[in-house]
């Protein structure tokens, strides 16, 4: 992922380019699939909210070498986690508080016209008219997480921070605060995790925030060591000694599930808890540690002092 943008006197963007390459996934059934489809692009890269004068988002194809399936949340993993550390980014070179900044990049409440920049946008099979783009849905989610938090009322001290991410994803509004703790030799805590979620009418709560909660889990594991690695076109992951996920004393140690009570029609809630939250992680190791982290998994990278 590439993202660059051009800022105004009052810090927020007056243009913003990115570009993506990876290979897709309807490479697994035609070998000349090299560009991502609409499928994919409506992920995250095609749709987004920020009230910005000029967006330009970009596509080129890459080949697969190895065949491609599905993970949770797909392709939305990548473009919020790009997205969302790039606004952090920007934020930060602003000078400005990335929960204002963030409302402040969404904008004024509005429903988004993706047709002009995304024509064959596919909106999760879900029609635009039921399920439009609804920045005031992006507001509320942050809104709600940032005060469940405490964001920018806690008093932080050493190597602890807190970061913040949004994205849509599923017809599914998710709004995630990652709050961390990490010691001079780079380990890393994560003490709290709160999401907001606005999924539209949720007919079984608890259900719903199982999955959530079960996001944050598979979240760390991903930032943390989801890695697939190949010699010679042979996998060199066999097992869950060789390709880790979290175990309990590295999980987050509390998640808190917000459910926005809603009378919009129901959406997804079995993948929208993951693609906020790598962003949020990384965002709050920024905030703890100083060291910005534009490469995942974690276990790449030395955190410490």
């Not at 099979?125 to 469940?148: C, F, H, N, Q, W």
């Amino acid at each position: 992922m590439y993202m660059k943008a051009a800022l105004g006197a009052d810090g927020l963007p007056t243009a913003w380019l990115q570009r993506s390459v990876f290979p897709s996934i309807g490479s697994t059934f035609d070998v000349n699939a090299t560009a991502a489809g609409a499928g994919e692009l409506q992920q995250g890269w095609t749709d987004l909210p920020f009230n910005i004068p000029n967006i330009r988002a970009e596509n080129s194809g890459a080949a697969a070498h190895l065949r491609i399936g599905w993970l949770r949340s797909v392709a939305n993993i990548y473009h919020a986690f790009a997205a969302q550390s790039f606004a952090n980014e920007c934020a930060h070179a602003a000078g400005r508080d990335l929960l204002e900044y963030l409302l402040a990049l969404i904008g004024p409440s509005r429903i988004v016209d993706v047709k002009k920049s995304a024509p064959d946008y596919p909106n999760y099979g879900g029609s635009l008219e039921a399920y439009p783009i609804d920045t005031a849905r992006y507001r509320r989610v942050i809104e709600i997480v940032a005060e469940k938090s405490g964001w920018g009322k806690q008093k932080l001290g050493k190597g602890q921070g807190m970061g913040i991410a949004v994205h849509r994803s599923f017809l599914t509004y998710v709004a995630t605060v990652v709050q961390v703790e990490v010691n001079d030799q780079g380990e890393l805590r994560i003490p709290r995790v709160d999401t907001a979620v606005d999924a539209g009418l949720v007919v079984n709560p608890e259900a719903t925030r199982n999955q959530f909660e079960g996001a944050a889990v598979f979240g760390t594991s991903l930032a943390r060591f989801g890695e697939i690695t190949a010699t010679n076109g042979v996998v060199d992951q066999s097992n869950f000694d060789t390709y880790p996920v979290t175990r309990m004393n590295e999980a987050p140690y509390k998640t808190n599930v917000y459910i926005v009570e809603s009378s919009a029609p129901p959406a997804g809630v079995g993948e929208p808890g993951v693609p906020p939250f790598a962003p949020a992680l990384c965002n709050a190791i920024f905030a703890a540690t100083g060291k910005r982290i534009r490469e995942l998994p974690l276990s790449r990278s030395n955190l410490g002092t």
